[in-house]
């Protein structure tokens, strides 16, 4: 866990588990040859001895005006799923959360960047044979593009995850669509970053003077910020995809941001600088 605050919000990282891949999992260009070309500030945070990624599946509990927010909720307990390494998991993500103080009913707000499956598990738990939202006084948020993406889809990879970990939440109405000028609080906002899901958020935090954004999964790793161009495995639409991660970039670039990476690996907070006609990501 590592903890931050931004003028007066609060942010604590809470991890469900950390992995090394093979990087072309995520990014066809991402061989152990090609990122070792930036060993320099990759290793040893980013990438291991042998040239794999090094990531990171955790959710950011962000407090802000007395509104305890969660965003993203990791893979989940329990949860059928055919991705290698995700399939019915048990995890003490829970106690991991009591950890810092949070139990369960203490969170106001779940806040889903997108809805890929290691984004939405924990929005639901087993209980009795039957999925149960996890946060029982919370609002859950959703982007309306995004549901009309995938309550439609059929293929099972974008599918389960909205039959076990969205509907439940649905069906017990404790679910909000909203669209990317939602404000959370005055501190805490919705920023629209699209191409990775059609509706994909980014979370923007901004608090005495201080300034920070939580990607989501525009990236997945620091790696992009040099090569916002290559290609991504799991983006819905790769061409709008590219367009938002150099945007990003661009935006926040040799800013006093602090950009929290979803998937980076710790302490998975950091700024993103100019290098050349591109960017890297440096730690604090």
């Known amino acids: 866990m590592n903890q931050w605050k931004i003028g007066d919000v609060k942010i604590s990282r809470v991890i469900e588990s950390e992995v090394s891949w093979d990087g072309t999992m995520i990014l066809p260009d991402g061989t152990p040859e090609n990122l070792m070309k930036d060993r320099d500030w990759l290793y040893p945070t980013f990438i291991d001895e042998t040239g794999k990624i090094r990531l990171s599946i955790h959710a950011l509990v962000v407090e802000s005006r007395g509104q305890r927010v969660i965003v993203d909720t990791c893979v989940g307990n329990d949860k059928v799923r055919s991705m290698e390494g995700f399939n019915q998991l048990h995890l003490p993500f829970l106690d991991s959360l009591k950890k810092i103080g949070c139990e369960r009913d203490s969170i106001d707000h779940v806040v889903c960047t997108h809805l890929h499956l290691d984004h939405v598990g924990w929005n639901t738990m087993l209980k009795d044979g039957k999925w149960t939202p996890t946060f029982p006084k919370a609002k859950y948020l959703v982007g309306g593009t995004e549901w009309d993406f995938f309550s439609r889809a059929e293929d099972p990879f974008l599918k389960d995850p909205v039959e076990d970990s969205v509907r439940p939440v649905m069906a017990e ?60 495995n799991f983006d819905v639409d790769g061409k709008l995809a590219k367009q938002t991660r150099r945007a990003f970039c661009e935006r926040y670039a040799d800013s006093n941001v602090l950009v929290f990476g979803t998937h980076f690996a710790a302490p998975s907070a950091g700024k993103i600088v100019r290098y050349g006609d591109s960017f890297r990501f440096i730690l604090p």
Do not use: N, Y
């Open 173 to 232: 109405g404790m679910l909000t669509f909203v669209d990317d000028k939602h404000k959370i609080t005055d501190e805490v906002w919705l920023e629209s970053t699209p191409g990775h899901t059609p509706g994909h958020f980014s979370v923007r935090i901004s608090s005495a003077g201080q300034d920070a954004v939580i990607t989501g999964d525009l990236m997945h790793h620091p790696i992009q910020c040099r090569f916002p161009e290559w290609d991504d």
